[in-house]
């Protein structure tokens, strides 16, 4: 079945940038779906076809998906943006596939 | 304004069942595709069932084929996740979500505050 593998956590300074990624056996092929979920909340959309923000969502969260990895962006780094983060992907086999997520720490 | 609210859940003992719902306002219900996805304590997000905007498409995750059922009432504007023979491992927080179109494909584009369900004896 397919797989799809995110480093446990991610840390950055605030300011900087911090870039998630969501391995899969030829992911580029696939629409990857990016979540945010902060402690104690729902699970937010942040990036959806690879590359398009929902409204709402900072210009500075951006995706990219090619090869066997995808990518969740997120420039000059906030406070508030530190969260757990989900790669999602619908496989026509497995259906709805999540990542194991990514815990955002903001130094 | 889009709104997801789940309630259902509880305590119960292994081998029972309960019946999940999901209450939906501010968008036309009947024309979305609607996901459960449930979340452990302290672990990831694993995705459950989904359904398309008529039931036409059904599908579960492995881990409930046979033990859960997903259903919809349009009319109503709810969804609904009846679970049968529940079994410690289903102990999660349950999420009701959106579909971003009709078809189970896709992202979920609005999630609600969820519902726990606890299975122990």
């Known amino acids: 079945s397919y797989v799809l593998t995110q480093p446990p956590s991610v840390s950055v300074a605030p300011g900087k940038t911090a870039r998630i990624t969501c391995g899969g056996n030829?992911?580029?092929?696939?629409?990857v779906h990016w979540y945010q979920q902060k402690p104690g909340q729902a699970p937010v959309l942040v990036i959806y076809y690879d590359s398009d923000r929902p409204s709402g969502i900072p210009e500075r969260f951006s995706g990219s998906n090619s090869g066997n990895t995808a990518t969740l962006t997120i420039s000059r780094v906030e406070a508030g943006d530190e969260a757990d983060y989900y790669c999602q992907v619908w496989d026509g086999t497995s259906d709805h596939l999540f990542g194991g997520g990514t815990k955002l720490t903001v130094l | 304004e889009v709104q997801l609210v789940e309630s259902g859940g509880g305590l119960v003992q292994p081998g029972r069942s309960l019946r999940l719902s999901c209450a939906a306002s501010g968008f036309t219900f009947d024309d979305y595709a609607m996901h459960w996805v449930r979340q452990a304590p302290g672990k990831g997000l694993e995705w459950v069932s989904s359904l398309s905007w008529n039931s036409g498409y059904i599908d579960y995750a492995d881990s409930v084929k046979g033990r859960f059922t997903i259903s919809r009432d349009n009319a109503k504007n709810s969804l609904y996740l009846q679970m049968n023979s529940l079994r410690a491992e289903d102990t999660a927080l349950y999420y009701c979500?959106?579909?971003?179109?009709?078809?189970?494909?896709?992202?979920?584009?609005?999630w609600g505050k969820g519902t726990t369900v606890t299975v122990s004896s």
């Open positions: 030829n992911i580029g092929s696939k629409s």
């Open positions: 979500a959106k579909g971003h179109g009709s078809q189970h494909s896709g992202y979920m584009d609005v």
